[in-house]
């Protein structure tokens, strides 16, 4: 039985949407015309993270504006209470520009819009973006996502992205499932790592000097032709370090180390998304991850140790574990023991 307390869906976002934009001065239209205005689903990159969802462009021909995506009416529960949570982001390759004005609207069924909170973006990279839905419990709302060009009207560069939008729960709950299995069961096995500290907290984690990635390997380059890419929470570590081990004799190399970035040590949480890419394809067996820090006090704390080992390409003769074909990542959950 697998317990979780995780984020819990109040209501399925709702994909359809009315493009629209608005000049300085003229009222709201859904003409975009030769204003350049652009509001459209696809594939988004900021800071070399890529998600699927929304790019907009403000208007920039014949003058400057907002531009926006209204969606389709969708009903909030009573309860729990709601929050509406995202990423925004400045898309890679865009002149910076003075950054992007994100706003998030809400309108009732008497179409009184509501601004709920909003965001600049000044830098090439992803940014959570959250507004509380509360006040419109049992209610039908139509969410209006905007991308302004800021007060100085400069829409240079503002290739604005939104991402992984959600109505979920103000607060996290349990769910429950059966785990049935083994190669899902191996996923969950961990046990305690090197330096526990008690006591721990997710702002003292976050804080740390100092972190790195652990892993054990066997076959894996890790730069050269056959690099393979370390992500952590969707931050980017770079490069890996090699783990060559003894093929023939089924060995491993022990502990090797990615370092954390300062953007991933505050990304850190309790259950934390370790990525591997491996876009060149190259044979190895990887396993028992763990992540190590120096705390802000200078004491040395571990994560748990996540003892599954993982296999790319699957049947790999000196692998083990469980195997993970090249169409995919090898995804990894390791968990620190921190209270919120």
Excluded at 81 to 89: K, P, Y
Excluded at 105 to 116: F, I, R, S
Excluded at 199 to 227: F, K, P, S
Excluded at 295 to 301: E, F, P, T
Aim: aromatic share 8%; charged share 20%.
């Amino acid at each position: 039985l697998l317990a979780q307390r995780q984020s819990v869906e109040t209501a399925r976002w709702p994909t359809k949407f009315t493009a629209g934009m608005r000049l300085r001065g003229q009222p709201e239209t859904t003409d975009l015309g030769t204003s350049g205005t652009g509001v459209h689903a696809q594939s988004l990159r900021c800071g070399g993270v890529e998600r699927t969802g929304l790019f907009m462009h403000p208007p920039w021909q014949g003058g400057t504006g907002y531009a926006y995506a209204l969606h389709n009416p969708v009903t909030l529960p009573q309860e729990p209470a709601t929050t509406l949570r995202a990423w925004v982001g400045k898309q890679d390759g865009s002149d910076p520009g003075d950054g992007i004005l994100y706003q998030l609207a809400v309108l009732n069924t008497q179409q009184v819009t509501t601004v709920v909170t909003q965001m600049l973006v000044t830098q090439h990279e992803w940014r959570p973006l959250e507004a509380d839905l509360s006040p419109w419990r049992g209610q039908t709302i139509r969410v209006k996502l905007v991308a302004d060009p800021g007060p100085k009207n400069n829409s240079s560069g503002d290739w604005a992205a939104w991402a992984d939008l959600r109505l979920e729960a103000a607060q996290p709950g349990w769910t429950y499932s059966l785990v049935q299995n083994p190669q899902d069961i191996e996923r969950l096995r961990r046990k305690p790592g090197p330096y526990p500290v008690s006591g721990l907290t997710v702002a003292e984690v976050r804080a740390a000097r100092a972190g790195w990635l652990r892993y054990d390997g066997r076959g894996l380059e890790g730069g050269g032709q056959y690099a393979t890419q370390a992500v952590l929470n969707g931050v980017r570590l770079g490069t890996m370090s090699p783990a060559h081990g003894n093929e023939e004799k089924r060995e491993a190399t022990r502990n090797v180390g990615v370092k954390l970035t300062p953007d991933a040590l505050r990304s850190l949480g309790r259950r934390n998304r370790v990525t591997i890419e491996n876009p060149s394809q190259d044979n190895f067996a990887v396993g028992r991850f763990w992540l190590e820090l120096e705390l802000a006090d200078g004491r040395r704390c571990s994560s748990e140790i996540s003892t599954a080992w993982y296999t790319q390409p699957p049947g790999w003769p000196p692998g083990e574990g469980i195997g993970v074909p090249f169409s995919q990542d090898v995804s990894v959950d390791v968990w620190m023991e921190a209270r919120p």
